[in-house]
């Protein structure tokens, strides 16, 4: 989710990501995957893109958004 973006769940986060560790701008419990739209645990957070402050549910998803990104 995009920090500037307002969050549309109860106990959705809004998170600034950055290379390697990401900052929370408003606590939550989860933030939603950019291309799947699947819930993901902060706990369970390790795939983001930094430039598109963007989160993915795995590595699947991030690389998918990646090929579509950079063709």
Not at 25 to 39: D, L
Not at 41 to 53: I, S
Request: hydrophobic share 35%; with cysteine.
């Amino acid at each position: 989710m995009n920090m500037h973006a307002k969050p549309s769940l109860p106990d959705q986060a809004v998170l600034h990501y950055g290379d390697g560790e990401y900052a929370v701008m408003r606590p939550g419990k989860f933030v939603i995957c950019a291309v799947s739209g699947r819930q993901i645990p902060l706990e369970a957070l390790r795939y983001w893109n930094p430039r598109t402050q963007e989160a993915y549910a795995g590595p699947q998803e991030a690389t998918a958004q990646w090929k579509k990104l950079n063709g």
